[in-house]
């Protein structure tokens, strides 16, 4: 008996250090996973959270995947944020089989969130039918009072035209659909003329 209690000592210290090793790691992996930093643009004070980039403005606060600097480079026509700001909805569009759908329809998705802050609402839709029974809504639909963002796939680097109230985003990457969804709600703040 007494040959027993030594092996089940053991095998209880053997459980806890396991058992510590185990919890440590995943905390550590926690802990050293968060994200952090910070970035400034003009003033703005950015801040790396979980889920992206964060800003304050007037009190509200808004999200992006890149910061400023990061899409600086992305160019539009001088037509096309002027053609958003101000405006009481934005619809939103893509075609329903588009190669890069999951990614167009997060980078929608956020867009409202944000420019929901501004009293803006975004109307999600398709250029045709599709199975989640959203509106569709084509270049066509498109007014001076209500413009479309028509988000499609292309071969080349990101490509932004204005056609009337129509502003077609075409995209190579899934990592240029949130850059330009950046460029384009930084453009809208104020933040990147």
């Known amino acids: 008996m007494s040959r027993e209690k030594p092996r089940s000592k053991a095998a209880v210290i053997l459980v806890i250090?396991?058992?510590?090793?185990m919890v440590s790691s995943v905390i550590g992996f926690l802990v050293g996973n968060q994200p952090s930093g910070t970035a400034s643009f003009k003033g703005k004070k950015f801040t790396r959270e979980q889920l992206g980039w964060t800003t304050k403005i007037d009190g509200r606060k808004f999200y992006f995947d890149f910061t400023p600097q990061q899409v600086l480079n992305i160019s539009f026509n001088s037509k096309i944020i002027p053609a958003?700001?101000?405006?009481?909805?934005i619809d939103v569009t893509s075609?329903?089989?588009a190669r890069f759908s999951d990614a167009i329809g997060l980078a929608q998705y956020n867009?409202?969130?944000?420019?929901?802050?501004?009293g803006i609402y975004v109307r999600q839709g398709f250029t045709g039918n599709n199975s989640f029974e959203l509106p569709i809504i084509r270049c066509?639909?498109?007014s001076p009072n209500v413009p479309v963002l028509y988000f499609r796939d292309g071969?080349?680097?990101s490509r932004q035209e204005?056609?009337?109230?129509?502003?077609?985003?075409?995209?190579?990457?899934?990592?240029e659909i949130h850059a330009v969804?950046?460029?384009l709600l930084y453009g809208i703040l104020g933040i990147i003329p």
């Open 155 to 157: 071969n080349r680097t």
């Open 95 to 97: 075609d329903p089989s």
């Open 140 to 142: 066509e639909d498109s």
């Open 84 to 89: 958003l700001k101000g405006k009481l909805e």
């Open 111 to 118: 867009l409202g969130f944000n420019l929901n802050n501004l």
């Open 181 to 183: 969804k950046d460029r």
């Open 17 to 21: 250090f396991i058992s510590f090793i």
């Open 162 to 175: 204005l056609n009337s109230t129509c502003i077609m985003l075409e995209f190579s990457t899934e990592q």
